[in-house]
């Protein structure tokens, strides 16, 4: 009986390691496995493209390098070693804002006078901008330059808030009013910003919302309640 169960075992890890490919070297494949042991690679082929080897893992598929160092998923690059998306880190930095092309007065401020600065582009009718919102509350150390821009197309009624929001006498209070209590505020008569923030929006590639900006221009797409530690890692 035991010696069944060592040839079953045998059979099943057999199964795996000879669905490799025997255009891949053993030594090619022992180290890809090596370097990525938390992937169960189920067969190592080679690619078309030379160099670099297509791993099958249940019904998907990922790309690495002779060495295992460095895996493709999803069209990033990944260091293994490291546990480093380097395709996010590289977007990060040529998508860069300079802060000093920012018009600050076209910005509702709010936070800490003192604090790291950051800004953020959001909507009143954004269900994510109303989420964000809930979650900084109470945030200290974090100036807040909030540049109202709606997205007509999906909120037809954005617009209309952002002006009432802009008009209001604490613009802050009024904006968190309509936002997270869902208060109707007087119609906007003053002259306000948004035509200019939605062509800013455009200029700088920004589409959606919210998206936050660091000082130093970088942007943020993590969960809000790592901010302040994401300001502070420049």
Avoid at 194 to 219: V, W, Y
């Amino acid at each position: 009986m035991r010696f069944a169960i060592i040839l079953l075992i045998g059979l099943i890890n057999g199964t795996a390691w000879a669905a490799d490919s025997v255009n891949v070297a053993p030594a090619i494949t022992k180290q890809i496995r090596e370097n990525i042991p938390s992937l169960p690679i189920d067969a190592i082929q080679p690619s078309p493209i030379a160099g670099l080897y297509e791993l099958k893992v249940g019904g998907q598929i990922f790309y690495s390098d002779r060495t295992g160092k460095h895996l493709i998923a999803s069209g990033h690059i990944f260091d293994t070693a490291q546990r480093k998306d380097l395709t996010a880190q590289r977007l990060q930095e040529i998508n860069k804002i300079d802060w000093s092309s920012l018009p600050l007065n076209q910005a509702i401020v709010s936070g800490d006078p003192n604090g790291l600065p950051v800004a953020i582009f959001t909507d009143p009718e954004c269900p994510y901008c109303k989420k964000l919102e809930v979650s900084l509350k109470g945030a200290t150390g974090i100036k807040f330059y909030s540049f109202l821009f709606p997205l007509e197309s999906i909120h037809p009624n954005a617009r209309t808030k952002s002006e009432s929001i802009w008009c209001a006498k604490n613009q802050h209070e009024a904006m968190l009013d309509v936002m997270l209590k869902g208060k109707s505020l007087p119609k906007g008569t003053c002259k306000t910003p948004i035509d200019a923030n939605i062509a800013l929006a455009r200029k700088l590639g920004i589409n959606g919302t919210p998206t936050i900006i660091a000082g130093d221009g970088r942007r943020f797409s993590g969960n809000p309640t790592q901010l302040k530690a994401w300001l502070e890692n420049n």
